[in-house]
């Protein structure tokens, strides 16, 4: 499991309300992402970071912001919570130097956080 | 716009068969390729990759094939169990274009085998 772990794992807010996410890992992996699943969109990246206090934006990343003050801890914040982001929502981590390169360059999945916004 | 596409929702198979996920890409510039397994109210289980640079890797009862060409790849497994039944994430990456190698999947094959 690549010593991933998310908090909490699962939750129910209301709309407006802010939510925050929390993926800790125990390796010391430089890269750290969060994903977004749903029916019939697979899953899709919401923010990367590729070291402490980097972070750059996904594909889906608006109404969130992250933060990494540190290697190990990878926050996702929800500043206002609306229905749309109604979800489950992975944290991931690359074991290799650079995020893709070749066989033995692996991404790791967390088991996930299920947040329902209502 | 969909640059990794998975076009078989779901796939039923006997057990002992095999099973043939397929996947599709439209980006050339996808050099590296990954399965993932996902059973209900898990994360994503990492299966199989293959480089742009093979046409095929092998792992136990897996196989991936990469067609360059046809912008095609494909996962086989024999002979497919019970515990095989799961969701099949394609995903695709670029270690170009300063995306940094971030993970594009598809939306994955519901994989079903029949006992």
């Known amino acids: 499991d690549a010593g991933i772990t998310q908090s909490p794992r699962h939750k129910v807010t209301e709309t407006g309300t802010p939510v925050t996410l929390r993926c800790h890992q125990t390796?010391?992996?430089?890269?750290m992402y969060w994903y977004r699943q749903d029916p019939g969109h697979g899953l899709r990246l919401i923010h990367y970071s590729y070291g402490v206090k980097d972070t750059d934006k996904g594909e889906v990343s608006d109404g969130y912001s992250v933060s990494r003050s540190k290697t190990e801890d990878f926050l996702l914040t929800l500043e206002s919570a609306t229905s749309s982001q109604t979800s489950v929502y992975f944290c991931?981590?690359?074991?290799?130097?650079?995020?893709?390169?070749?066989?033995?360059?692996?991404?790791?999945f967390g088991e996930g956080s299920w947040l329902t916004v209502v | 716009d969909q640059q990794v596409k998975q076009n078989s929702p779901s796939l039923s198979v006997q057990e002992g068969r095999i099973s043939i996920l397929n996947c599709d890409y439209t980006n050339s510039m996808f050099d590296y390729f990954l399965w993932y397994k996902k059973y209900p109210a898990e994360g994503p289980t990492f299966l199989i990759s293959?480089?742009?640079?093979?046409d095929k890797n092998e792992d136990g009862r897996f196989t991936v094939f990469l067609n360059k060409s046809a912008k095609h790849l494909s996962l086989h497994i024999v002979p497919s169990q019970p515990g095989d039944s799961a969701v099949y994430f394609c995903a695709a990456t670029s270690n170009y274009g300063g995306s940094q190698g971030n993970l594009i999947f598809g939306k994955g094959t519901k994989l079903s085998v029949k006992p």
């Open positions: 390796e010391n992996h430089r890269y």
């Open positions: 991931a981590i690359s074991t290799g130097i650079r995020p893709y390169s070749s066989s033995g360059n692996t991404i790791y």
């Open positions: 293959i480089s742009s640079i093979k």
